[in-house]
């Protein structure tokens, strides 16, 4: 970063000497997993500039649209509709925490035995070095599993607005009107924020900037299916990490510019890999910024990752929102629609989200799956025994990992992957 932020930050509230300790960490971690890759995509260099200023300028961008009348809405999970969001002009960002910060001080709140991902937002939001959080004018949050829900009723006290939505735990007639419910309850509530009116045609705006999005990253699922694979697994979680950052068009106009490169790549055969490397998809917990622990590992092993079936991931950006309603409220049955096909781990029973996980392998030509649980996540520890079984009995072997943002277990994991990467090769 050129230009001096710490003013912006300190009048964000940013603990200055925290958020420098954080910085210090995030940046040579980067460096060290993302630049030194082979045979990278040119049009990752975007994305190397993005992360340099993820903390900067993105954050500026945020104040400008604050300044400028917009609202900030933070969110925790890939059920927040986006299109309603930008439909009433306000800025969607994620602010889900990928690394351990704070944990003494989240664990006065929180049992230790708390997944990784909850108590990093707390961590984040007590320690104040989140600068999307500090921006936010309202966090979202959602009842999905048990740690959220209690959590957020703690988490209302650390931030100045916090809006949660119920969500329901199956995908019934009665858990679509629930999900019909909250979103329309969502759209009033950010129009009092906002003072903008939910219109069909302010919807059909927000419904086709997301699909852009979305149909941008779709081009790129599709892509990493070739073989030699075109990008490695790591820059294909990083462009769905920053999928909850930037702004839209830009990021959709940047993933399609990259798209254009991997296609000359995979007409004239070339890859991050020679053909024939083994593949790997992903599935499991989300991964946010900065948790690229797993996904360095299995690619220092010789494999390529070439999806994630994940909310940081195919599960937050598969299937478009029908953008042919006439009216608001046709227009948000079909963002209804469209969010209950998320195969979250919260919902019971859960067998399209199998389903999805072997298509996803087929289509992606991977050989095996890799399942990635985070520590005390029940909703997908407790699946990964039924996803893993079918799996390995349509023919896919499958590994199951269950770790946190620790290190301490990479010696051990980096063993099983290799055993794994063996069992593929055959
Ligand atoms: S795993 Fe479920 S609860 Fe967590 S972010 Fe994804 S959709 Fe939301
Ligand atoms: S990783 Fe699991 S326990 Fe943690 S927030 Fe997501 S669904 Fe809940």
């Not at 829900?149 to 858990?175: C, N, R, W």
């Not at 106009?253 to 798209?259: D, G, L, T, Y």
């Not at 220092?300 to 991931?313: F, L, W």
């Not at 030509?365 to 520590?375: K, R, S």
Request: aromatic residues 8%; glycine residues 8%; neutral net charge.
């Amino acid at each position: 970063m050129s230009t001096d932020y710490r003013p912006m930050w300190k009048d964000l509230g940013l603990d200055l000497e925290a958020h420098d300790a954080l910085l210090g960490v995030l940046g040579p971690l980067y460096e060290q997993t993302f630049t030194k890759q082979p045979h990278r995509p040119d049009g990752m260099k975007y994305f190397d500039f993005v992360m340099s200023e993820v903390h900067g300028l993105r954050i500026q961008e945020l104040i400008d649209a604050k300044k400028a009348g917009r609202k900030v809405v933070g969110s925790f999970c890939t059920f927040v509709p986006e299109e309603i969001v930008l439909a009433l002009d306000g800025v969607m960002v994620g602010l889900c925490a990928g690394a351990e910060f704070a944990t003494a001080e989240a664990e006065k709140y929180l049992p230790r035995n708390t997944c990784a991902l909850i108590k990093g937002a707390f961590g984040f939001a007590l320690a104040r070095v989140c600068p999307y959080l500090a921006a936010s004018d309202v966090v979202v949050g959602e009842n999905t599993c048990d740690g959220k829900k209690k959590g957020y009723e703690i988490f209302k006290d650390l931030v100045p607005q916090l809006h949660v939505m119920d969500l329901p735990q199956t995908k019934s007639a009665e858990g679509r009107a629930l999900m019909r419910a909250e979103f329309k309850k969502f759209g009033t509530y950010l129009e009092g924020l906002t003072g903008k009116k939910l219109t069909a045609e302010a919807l059909q705006k927000g419904i086709a900037k997301v699909n852009a999005k979305r149909a941008a990253m779709h081009r790129l699922a599709k892509l990493r299916a070739a073989d030699p694979a075109p990008i490695s697994g790591l820059d294909g979680l990083l462009m769905n990490q920053v999928y909850f950052y930037d702004d839209p068009d830009r990021f959709t106009s940047s993933v399609n510019a990259i798209c254009d490169e991997l296609e000359q790549r995979v007409k004239k055969h070339e890859g991050v890999a020679p053909k024939g490397t083994p593949r790997i998809l992903v599935s499991g917990c989300p991964m946010a910024v900065p948790n690229w622990k797993l996904p360095t590992i299995i690619e220092k092993t010789g494999a390529v990752i070439v999806g994630e079936e994940s909310c940081v991931g195919e599960r937050g950006t598969q299937a478009l929102t029908a953008d042919t309603g006439r009216t608001a409220n046709e227009l948000l049955d079909a963002v209804v629609d469209r969010y209950l096909k998320i195969d979250c781990a919260i919902f019971t029973p859960n067998e399209s989200r199998v389903n999805h996980v072997l298509s996803m392998a087929k289509e992606l030509g991977a050989q095996g799956v890799i399942h990635y649980g985070l520590q005390f996540c029940s909703p997908y520890q407790i699946e990964a025994g039924p996803v893993e079984k079918r799996l390995e009995q349509e023919g896919v072997p499958t590994l199951r990992i269950d770790t946190d943002y620790g290190q301490e277990d990479v010696g051990q994991i980096r063993t099983r992957v290799e055993a794994f990467v063996e069992r593929l090769r055959g």
